[in-house]
């Protein structure tokens, strides 16, 4: 939530259940009771919220419509082709805009590391979780596509050359595509692809005897933490992954910053300063975007996205004046 001056008024995530599962009416129900919460937590009135942000997982619309197709947090089939932003907006009463929560981030990140410089610069943020998200933000601004479906950087393809070790299968991901960023820079992508191979090549590791691949996929990064050699072959190969990625983003709009966030970077400070360098050191920039371009993570964990949409909100105010 933010005043009037942009100033942030809760400082930490405020959490309630979404509901989701329940089907939109409930979840919209839901959403409006989390809006009260809040407001509860801050003293503000009701009459005197002007606008509101929303941000989902996709895959949705531009305008916050979920897939027609359904999408894997909206398992109902009465959530395929919902106008989720227009819901809301009619049960609140105020405008509410959309962004997905990967861009929601991305614009967070960017706004954090500009600060009042925001509307001069550009970036690329890539957010590894279960999938791998990310946005695109311009001269401040969220790239949104025709579609809706810009910075939907997971599904960009990358070289495997180098990248694969001899013998590794090429990833698959789960949309489809082969040697996608995200069939590598994922949770899925590791349980999938990754550490399949990688037990192949290290099998009395400890994490051969998991319950099953799902649960030693979650189990990777922190023994990445604690240097285990099987866990830093997998996760150099993300970074590397993210490094490519990165390096195309790099000839497509030439970012003044590269964010990486999510779950791959919870982790010590010792860790995340590692992984951080292995992306920037397999980004392959020219000489002059060298020396303009900076490498950083995005803060604040699970909050950017939902800041990010507050974010988003209060632009589309500003800019209505
Ligand atoms: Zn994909």
């Not at 970036?123 to 590894?128: H, K």
């Not at 005897?209 to 990445?224: F, N």
């Amino acid at each position: 939530m933010l005043d009037d001056s942009g100033r942030f008024l809760v400082d930490r995530l405020v959490e309630s259940p979404s509901h989701v599962q329940d089907g939109p009416d409930v979840a919209v129900g839901a959403l409006e009771e989390a809006l009260d919460q809040v407001l509860g937590l801050t003293g503000v009135a009701r009459e005197s919220v002007h606008a509101v942000g929303l941000g989902t997982p996709g895959p949705a619309s531009a305008d916050g419509v979920i897939s027609s197709k359904g999408a894997t947090n909206f398992p109902q089939t009465a959530w395929h082709g919902f106008d989720f932003r227009g819901a809301l907006e009619r049960r609140l009463g105020v405008p509410v805009t959309y962004n997905n929560d990967g861009n929601a981030a991305a614009l967070y990140a960017h706004h954090v590391h500009f600060g009042s410089e925001a509307a001069l610069h550009s970036s690329v943020s890539a957010i590894v979780g279960t999938g791998l998200g990310g946005g695109v933000i311009e001269a401040g601004r969220v790239i949104r596509g025709a579609a809706g479906m810009a910075g939907e950087l997971g599904h960009v393809h990358i070289p495997m050359q180098g990248l694969l070790a001899d013998g590794q299968p090429v990833p698959e991901c789960k949309c489809g595509f082969f040697a996608d960023a995200e069939s590598v820079a994922s949770l899925t992508g590791i349980e999938k692809n990754l550490l399949p191979y990688w037990l192949t090549r290290f099998p009395d590791h400890e994490l051969a005897r998991a319950g099953s691949i799902g649960e030693a996929a979650k189990l990777v990064r922190g023994y990445g933490d604690s240097d285990d050699p099987l866990a830093l072959e997998i996760l150099g190969q993300q970074a590397m992954a993210l490094g490519r990625l990165f390096t195309i983003a790099s000839n497509f709009i030439d970012p003044s910053a590269y964010f990486v966030g999510g779950g791959v970077v919870e982790a010590s400070p010792k860790f995340r300063e590692w992984f951080l360098a292995q992306v920037r050191e397999h980004t392959l920039l020219r000489y002059e975007q060298l020396k303009v371009a900076t490498f950083a993570l995005i803060p604040d964990r699970d909050m950017a996205g939902a800041r990010g949409a507050a974010l988003a909100a209060f632009h589309s105010l500003v800019n209505a004046l």
